[in-house]
């Protein structure tokens, strides 16, 4: 799991001009903490969700405004994102872990379940029919499925700097850094989706800039299959505001195999709608054939 945090390390930091400096300053970090980071381990996480105990966490991390982060972690793994301060923007990627070239497909994600906007009880698609992940709960409902990320460029003009290590990272340049640690490239990149910035469209076709719904709004994502899940916490590209403007990301991951079989009976969210069935026993036949299921 690595997340990143921008200005938190310089290669021209005068404790690190020599490799004695370097190992002194790289030792330093042991033990520290800080606004934004990733708990190693996660059980030492000073916060958890509301009936999770530390002892079960697979991953906590507060992402910085501008960072990423990206973890492989196995199906039947419940994710929740936490919109701190109430202007997180959490893009999201999923491939999956033992076969990287199927990934969450977007427009799938919208046409299947005939629903553009994301909330409870909506399958995160692949392109091959199979559902990746399911959002099993959200206080939000201020969701994007249509807009994308922002990109270089456009930051470029909009605020003056998208590179990752600029005041204003875009977020394909960032979700391309989560990419690269997990040994993909920029064809790997798809379109993603966005949480906790809400888009709607008008009845003329123009999108709707929503926002947010405010500080504390949570979103959870149940994982049908072993998956590498890369986030980028940074502005909307609709984000109205002429300021660069994001807060942090709390993220927290803990094993849920049992909710998979409430999700299936119905119990979890309700009663499934019959193409998320379909796009689930996909999902499972696929998973039986390569002998994980």
């Not at 999201?92 to 427009?107: Q, S």
């Not at 999108?207 to 986030?231: K, N």
């Amino acid at each position: 799991m690595t997340s990143h945090v921008r200005d938190s390390h310089h290669s021209d930091h005068p404790d690190t001009a020599t490799t004695a400096g370097a190992k002194a300053h790289a030792r330093a970090q042991h033990g520290r903490t800080a606004d934004a980071m990733r708990h190693v381990p996660a059980t030492s996480s000073p916060t958890t969700p509301d009936g999770v105990p530390a002892a079960s966490l697979l991953w906590s991390e507060t992402i910085a405004p501008g960072g990423y982060t990206t973890a492989v972690l196995t199906r039947g793994t419940r994710i929740r994102l936490t919109d701190l301060d109430g202007d997180a923007c959490a893009h999201l990627l999923i491939h999956r872990a033992d076969g990287p070239h199927e990934r969450l497909n977007v427009a799938d994600t919208v046409k299947v379940p005939w629903q553009a906007y994301l909330g409870t009880g909506h399958p995160l698609l692949s392109g091959f029919g199979r559902v990746l992940a399911t959002v099993v709960a959200d206080t939000s409902g201020r969701h994007d499925a249509l807009a994308g990320t922002t990109t270089r460029d456009g930051n470029d003009a909009r605020y003056g700097a998208g590179a990752p290590e600029s005041a204003s990272p875009a977020g394909r340049e960032l979700l391309l850094l989560a990419a690269l640690k997990n040994g993909l490239g920029p064809r790997d990149l798809p379109p993603s989706p966005s949480f906790f910035k809400g888009v709607r469209v008008n009845s003329d076709g123009a999108f709707e800039w929503q926002g947010s719904a405010g500080a504390g709004a949570y979103v959870d994502l149940l994982l049908h299959v072993d998956a590498i899940v890369s986030l980028a916490n940074t502005a909307h590209p609709l984000d109205p505001r002429p300021e660069f403007t994001c807060s942090a990301l709390r993220m927290h991951a803990w094993p849920a195999e049992g909710d998979l079989d409430l999700l299936m009976a119905g119990d979890l969210v309700g009663p499934l709608r019959p193409e998320h069935r379909q796009a689930a026993a996909n999902t499972d036949a696929d998973l039986i054939a390569r002998g994980v299921l």
